[in-house]
């Protein structure tokens, strides 16, 4: 089976970093993704992970340690428009290319 | 063209009625998929399709009939629904070969409200 915890809420204050953790159990795993939700829209893909380091593209970095079973997105200068959901995503070993989904952290942007 | 597109944006249906929902890619995406979104809770998975074949039913009931025509439409139809199907529905597609990430494009969603 496949367990995926993040936080649920985190505030931060504009222009500062965040970091959003994300751990997984699966029994099988090809791969990591993060995707944003802002309220009513569909989910927008941010970042992929599937060998362990940090990938960094633009204000937004994720980091994957595949023996730990652990990631965290990290958003630099935050802007009042990062204010939205976080969702971590796991692709078992041997999908369809489906992804499961944890729940989402909701961040907060205040000024 | 990066775009998957859902139609109708929003449904209100009774519980008696029959209606589709319609999500269309031109990416040249062999999978695509249909999840399904409650309010505050992620996207969960109910059908993926595979160069145009079903190959996951996550024991979605039968009132929920995918149909994918070719490689660029996915359907949704709906018949007897009820109060508690409604939800956000997402359409996504992604990529299949190993070369690339494999992420989903996500469509807008067709927002379904069953009375």
């Known amino acids: 089976g496949q367990n995926i915890d993040q936080p649920t809420e985190m505030t931060a204050t504009e222009g500062a970093i965040v970091q959003i953790n994300c751990t997984y159990q699966?029994?099988?795993?090809?791969?990591l993704f993060w995707y944003q939700q802002h309220a009513g829209e569909a989910p927008t893909f941010l970042s992929y992970?599937?060998?362990?380091g940090l990938e960094e593209k633009g204000r937004f970095s994720s980091f994957l340690s595949r023996s730990k079973g652990y990631s965290y997105l990290l958003l630099k200068e935050l802007q009042m428009k990062d204010s939205a959901s976080y969702l971590c995503?796991?692709?078992?070993?041997?999908?369809?290319?489906?992804?499961?989904f944890g729940k989402g952290t909701k961040l907060s942007v205040k000024p | 063209d990066t775009e998957v597109t859902q139609t109708p944006k929003h449904l209100v249906m009774g519980m008696t009625n029959k209606k589709s929902l319609k999500c269309e890619q031109h990416m040249g995406h062999r999978a695509m998929y249909w999840y399904k979104q409650k309010a505050k809770k992620p996207p969960e998975l109910m059908f993926v399709y595979s160069y145009e074949k079903l190959s996951i039913n996550e024991s979605v009931p039968s009132r929920f009939s995918p149909e994918c025509p070719n490689s660029s439409l996915l359907n949704l139809h709906l018949h007897a629904l009820q109060p508690e199907d409604s939800a956000l529905y997402l359409c996504a597609s992604s990529q299949l070969d190993t070369a690339n990430t494999g992420e989903l494009f996500f469509g807008e969603g067709s927002r379904l409200t069953v009375l």
């Open positions: 992970n599937v060998l362990d």
């Open positions: 995503a796991v692709r078992p070993r041997g999908s369809q290319g489906n992804l499961i």
């Open positions: 699966t029994s099988g795993f090809n791969g």
